[in-house]
């Protein structure tokens, strides 16, 4: 397998978001998403571990709202995370997001199915 299938589908995807720790709230942009996670800027308190919540605003409103870890964060300017729980709505936002925005759209149904079948 290889490593971008291993990775998930990302898209280029350039928001401003906030990421909660607590009740600290820091605004970030995002790099990149994909189902599993998102590459973020920004965040200079998130250290590898860090349970945080990602809220990416769409239109007043809505938002995604995701929980996840931060797995890595080089130089403290690039943080990733990878994604650990959201609720069905956010799902289905992240979910058209991504399609919408991936070269091979197929994918990351062909992703998900994937994961599903291991259950």
Known sequence: MSREKRRGTRVDADFEAY????DVVIPVETKNLSMK????????????GTRCELHIPLSPGIRIVVDG????????????MVFTEM??????FLHR???LNAD????IDD?????????
């Open 37 to 48: 996670g998102a590459l973020l800027t920004g965040c200079d308190d998130c250290d590898p």
């Open 69 to 80: 870890k931060v797995v890595r964060a080089e130089n403290k300017e690039d943080i990733g």
């Open 111 to 119: 992703e998900l199915l994937q994961i599903f079948e291991k259950f």
């Open 87 to 92: 609720d069905d709505l956010s799902f289905t």
């Open 19 to 22: 990421v909660t720790i607590g």
């Open 104 to 107: 091979e759209p197929e994918s």
């Open 97 to 99: 997001l991504v399609q």
